[in-house]
């Protein structure tokens, strides 16, 4: 029963945290709303026995991805307003992609179906030792991927950073 309640509190948390990331106004707090949105995430990973999962989380990301952000920000001077005007095409697009998830996400739920794990190992995932099987013998093509694009992420934001030399 407690964790029902945890569930719906940091459910509800996560939810205004997306909410606010994406109708805040100044890029800071966005990135706030941000970091409370991967703690409260972490919270789900705990509920669900993978704490392993939720400090590789908390460190990742909520550590080294949202500082990254931040110092992305604080380069771009993103504070400035009036700085980036919506045109009609921006919009557009804005609409068509939020559509796209939408259809995404409606497609997605039709197919669901909530079932209870019957194998005592699927709970077990989350630990180290499972999660360290599943994602070196599975998932090792992704993850490989996923390193590239951080990297290329990082690249990415120095060259951002980087000022021209007159």
């Known amino acids: 029963m407690l964790t029902q309640y945890l569930f719906f509190i ?3 948390m ?7 990331v994406l109708i805040s106004k100044k890029p800071i707090h966005c990135v706030l709303y941000l970091t409370m949105t991967f703690f409260t995430l972490a919270g789900h990973y705990i509920l669900l026995n993978a704490q392993f999962l939720a400090v590789v989380h908390i ?11 931040l110092f992305t920000v604080m380069l771009l001077n993103l504070n400035i ?3 980036f005007t919506k045109t009609a095409l921006w919009r557009i697009a804005a609409t068509v992609a939020g559509g796209l ?3 995404t996400l409606v497609g997605s739920l039709k197919s ?3 079932t209870s794990p019957v ?26 991927f996923s390193s590239l694009l951080f990297l290329a992420a990082m690249v990415g934001a120095v060259m951002f950073g980087k000022k021209d030399k007159v």
């Open 59 to 69: 460190i990742v990301y909520a550590g080294a991805i949202m500082v990254l952000f």
């Open 10 to 12: 940091l459910s509800v």
């Open 112 to 114: 669901f179906a909530l």
């Open 81 to 83: 307003e009036g700085q």
């Open 119 to 144: 194998d005592p190992h699927l709970t077990q995932i989350g630990l180290v030792k499972n999660l360290g099987k599943v994602l070196f013998s599975q998932y090792l093509l992704p993850f490989e």
């Open 14 to 20: 996560a939810i205004y945290g997306a909410v606010m």
């Open 101 to 103: 998830v939408f259809i």
